[in-house]
């Protein structure tokens, strides 16, 4: 009886310390984050725009197997690097957000979207070799002495250059001021009558206001990019590169990936290894701005696995597999796909998640039916408690009329995500604001 009551006694006791766990608990070491890669300062630094602002972002400490050209590498990384999106595996502060030092932020890697590759990756492909120090750079105190030390040298030179140029004396101007006064027609006019040329111009500027404010968002060029990434988390994967039952934007479609080269190459083990993984999965656009299939499966160009920090050729790699590069087809986009967009004016009939919402059009179209449901971006900031959020935002605009700016594809037809055509902004004329200006009103209490 006492060895029961102790495993009860214990077993509440876990449940009770596991309460008491921060919520951040589970996020690992890293979190990811989206932004532009810029450049590089040295190896270690990189400079990026996260969250729209300029920062440098310090990597783990390379440690080389043998002794390196520092400029030599500075050189071909800034050649072979240009500016490009990325997503930055950023160390955090417990709480969800970045930790970040002096303007600097700390991660464990980069992934390189133009070249479908992680900073590391590049750096081994120059055929340097190294091992990447376990310890955070943010703990690694030599490391940040020395990140730091070239900092403060750097930011002396800026200083003295300052410096420099304030010392050097402006030549004085010789100042010419006229005797004469020149009378113009605000010197005859009563005070408070505008001449006769300057209201032709202010009718002229209200016109154009008037006719840009009757007809709001009517004509507007998108770009898109030849592909689209999409975060969800990986299902199975057959040998034939089919993947099912991967969950990603609230759905589960059917997948496709390029197998590798060898015959019997997938074994019980591999598939495991990539079950559940939180992956971004990269879909394939063809020339017309349309998903790319591979016979019922959507065609995907790549994946890259958030955990195991891979993307799908250096996982199989990893394997000693052969990755075989899709075969560009004539129908795939190679550069960026010029979307339109088009106003339909319909019903709102309210928000069904964070990026779905429901409409109702008459009359039907050929780009629109009855009922739909649309895909819109997220709340931002994103509501802590989205289904609370969403039923109060339905129940003061559902059923109100709205504007749907409609993606059009260059052929004319809508553009889609997963099969569900995307508006690149609902209007509400009643309320003269945006759905997103209105969800930003709800979030900061200025309607209830």
Not at 68 to 85: M, V
């Amino acid at each position: 009886m006492s060895q029961i009551f102790f495993r009860k006694t214990a077993i509440v006791l876990a449940i009770y310390l596991l309460k008491l766990l921060p919520a951040s608990y589970g996020l690992g070491p890293t979190i990811t984050q989206t932004g532009i890669f810029e450049g590089i300062n040295s190896h270690q630094i990189v400079r990026a725009k996260i969250s729209g602002n300029f920062a440098r972002v310090c990597l783990p400490k390379f440690e080389f197997s043998s002794e390196i050209d520092d400029r030599e590498i500075k050189k071909r990384l800034k050649e072979g690097l240009d500016t490009q999106e990325a997503i930055f595996h950023l160390y955090h502060n417990g709480l969800g957000s970045p930790k970040k030092q002096g303007g600097m932020y700390f991660a464990s890697d980069i992934y390189l979207k133009g070249i479908k590759m992680t900073y590391t990756g590049y750096l081994r492909k120059l055929g340097l070799s190294f091992k990447i120090s376990r310890t955070p750079p943010h703990e690694d105190k030599e490391l940040l002495r020395g990140v730091l030390y070239n900092q403060h040298i750097v930011n002396k030179q800026l200083e003295a250059q300052k410096a420099e140029q304030n010392k050097r004396p402006e030549p004085e101007k010789e100042k010419k001021v006229s005797k004469m006064r020149v009378t113009t027609i605000w010197d005859v006019l009563p005070k408070g009558v505008i001449p006769p040329s300057i209201r032709k111009q202010q009718r002229e500027i209200d016109a154009r206001i008037k006719a840009l404010k009757n007809q709001p968002y009517k004509s507007e060029i998108v770009k898109m990019h030849p592909v689209r990434w999409a975060t969800g988390k990986m299902g199975e994967i057959k040998a034939d590169g089919a993947i099912i039952d991967s969950y990603l934007e609230g759905q589960k479609p059917p997948l496709f990936i390029t197998p590798p080269k060898e015959k019997n190459w997938l074994t019980a083990q591999m598939v495991n290894e990539l079950r559940n993984q939180p992956c971004e999965f990269v879909f394939q656009l063809d020339r017309q701005g349309h998903e790319v299939f591979a016979g019922k499966n959507y065609f995907l160009r790549d994946i890259y696995f958030k955990n195991l920090k891979l993307t799908w050729e250096e996982w199989l790699t990893k394997h000693h597999k052969t990755f075989v590069d899709p075969a560009s087809r004539k129908d795939f986009a190679s550069s960026s796909i010029d979307l339109e967009v088009k106003l339909i004016n319909g019903i709102f009939t309210g928000m069904r998640a964070v990026v779905l919402c429901g409409a109702e059009f008459t009359p039907v179209t050929d780009l629109v039916q009855t009922k739909e449901i649309i895909r819109v971006f997220p709340p931002n900031p994103k509501p802590n408690k989205f289904v609370a959020f969403a039923r109060r935002f339905n129940q003061l605009f559902s059923g109100k009329k709205a504007g749907f700016s409609i993606l059009l594809c260059p052929d004319g037809k809508p553009y889609t995500e997963l099969g569900q055509k995307r508006a690149r902004r609902i209007y509400f004329p009643e309320h003269k604001a945006t759905m997103k200006m209105l969800q930003y009103q709800l979030l900061t209490g200025q309607i209830k």
